[in-house]
Nanobody
Framework: QVQLVESGGGLVQPGGSLRLSCAAS????????MRWYRQVPGKERVLVAA???????NYADSVKGRFTISRDIAKNTVFLQMNSLKPEDAAVYYC?????????????WGQGTQVTVSS
C-alpha cells in the first residue's frame, strides 16, 4: 500500500499563500493519479486538484487560477501551491493516490493537514 504524508498546512491571512506537500512511499510515476481533496466539518470531501501519471492537471472551478498542483518525481512528492487564499479555502486538505496493485484499483489517503485562512 502506498503511504502518503502531507505537510505545509497552517494559518494564513486572506490573500496569502501556502504550499502543501505530499510525500509518497513509492515512485509516483507508477501511480495513476495523485489528487488533493479538502473537507470542512459536516460536508463531504471534495476534489481540489489532480495530476495524472502523464502530468495532466485539472482543478476545481473554485480554485482555478489560484492553485497549482505539481510534482517532483525524483522526490516522490506532489505539491499544491495555493495563492490568493480566501476564507472559504479553509479546510483539512488530504492527499490521495490512485493506483493498481495485484490487479486491483486502490486509493490511499494521507492523514490530512489543516489550512486556516483568517485575519
Amino acid at each position: 500500500q502506498v503511504q502518503l504524508v502531507e505537510s505545509g498546512g497552517g494559518l494564513v491571512q486572506p490573500g496569502g499563500s501556502l504550499r502543501l506537500s505530499c510525500a509518497a512511499s513509492t515512485s509516483i510515476v507508477s501511480i495513476n493519479a495523485m489528487r488533493w481533496y479538502r473537507q470542512v466539518p459536516g460536508k463531504e470531501r471534495v476534489l481540489v486538484a489532480a495530476i495524472t501519471k502523464g502530468g495532466i492537471t485539472n482543478y476545481a472551478d473554485s480554485v482555478k487560477g489560484r492553485f497549482t498542483i505539481s510534482r517532483d518525481i525524483a522526490k516522490n512528492t506532489v505539491f499544491l501551491q495555493m495563492n490568493s487564499l480566501k476564507p472559504e479555502d479553509a479546510a483539512v486538505y488530504y492527499c490521495n493516490a490512485n493506483y493498481w496493485t495485484s490487479g486491483w484499483n486502490r486509493d490511499s489517503w494521507g492523514q490530512g493537514t489543516q489550512v486556516t485562512v483568517s485575519s
